[in-house]
């Protein structure tokens, strides 16, 4: 019985990680919710990044 029950919990567990990835490939912005508010994509873009003097080549 208690086999029984472990299964049952590994199964579960198994399709919850399955369908987290499987939205997260499945969504344009990478964020398994799909509701848009995580998008750091933009926020990077914001960013303006200057290379410090002594990192350029």
Do not use: T
């Not at 997260?24 to 990044?49: A, L, M, N």
């Amino acid at each position: 019985m208690q086999e029984l029950v472990v299964g049952i919990v590994f199964l579960i567990a198994v399709l919850f990680i399955g369908r987290h990835f499987y939205h997260q490939y499945k969504s344009d912005k990478g964020c398994p919710k799909g509701c848009g508010s995580c998008d750091i994509s933009k926020e990077v873009k914001k960013i303006e990044f200057k290379m410090p003097d002594h990192l350029k080549n």
